[in-house]
C-alpha cells in the first residue's frame, strides 16, 4: 500500500493542525493505520493507532487528550487532529499501515514519506 501524508505546517503553540493520509494500492480497510513523528536528534517515536474498523484506538501518553486519530475507510485515509500543539511536538510525522490484525505500536509495514509539523512558541 502506498500513503501520502498531509497537512502539516508552522502553528504557534496552543494551535491546532490537521494531518491527512491518503492511501492506494491495497484494501485500506485490512490494514491498522498509525502515526509516528521523529525529532531532529531524536529516534521516531509512536504518536497514535487506530484500529481497521475506527473503533480500537491507542495513544502516547505525550498527546493523549489533545490529539485524535480517525479514519474514513470509503475515503482511504486517516486522519490526526493535533489540537493544543506545543513546541514539543515539533517534528516529522509519518504516517503508516499495518497488516496485523490487532492494534499495534510496533509492528509496520508500510510508511508515509512524512510531513513536517513546526509549532512555535
Known amino acids: 500500500v502506498q500513503l501520502q501524508a498531509s497537512g502539516g505546517g508552522l502553528v504557534q503553540a496552543g494551535g491546532s493542525l490537521r494531518l491527512s493520509c491518503a492511501a492506494s494500492?491495497?484494501?485500506?480497510?485490512?490494514?491498522?493505520m498509525g502515526w509516528f513523528r521523529q525529532a531532529p536528534g531524536r529516534e521516531r517515536e509512536f504518536v497514535a493507532a487506530?484500529?481497521?474498523?475506527?473503533?480500537?484506538?491507542d495513544y502516547a501518553d505525550s498527546v493523549k487528550g489533545r490529539f485524535t486519530i480517525s479514519r474514513d475507510n470509503a475515503k482511504n485515509s486517516v486522519y490526526l487532529q493535533m489540537n493544543s500543539l506545543k513546541p514539543e511536538d515539533t517534528a516529522v510525522y509519518y504516517c503508516?499501515?499495518?497488516?496485523?490484525?490487532?492494534?499495534?505500536?510496533?509492528?509496520?509495514?508500510?510508511w508515509g514519506q512524512g510531513t513536517q509539523v513546526t509549532v512555535s512558541s
Open positions: 487506530l484500529g481497521r474498523s475506527g473503533l480500537s484506538k
Open positions: 494500492g491495497r484494501t485500506f480497510s485490512d490494514y491498522i
Open positions: 503508516a499501515a499495518s497488516a496485523l490484525r490487532i492494534i499495534t505500536r510496533r509492528s509496520y509495514d508500510y
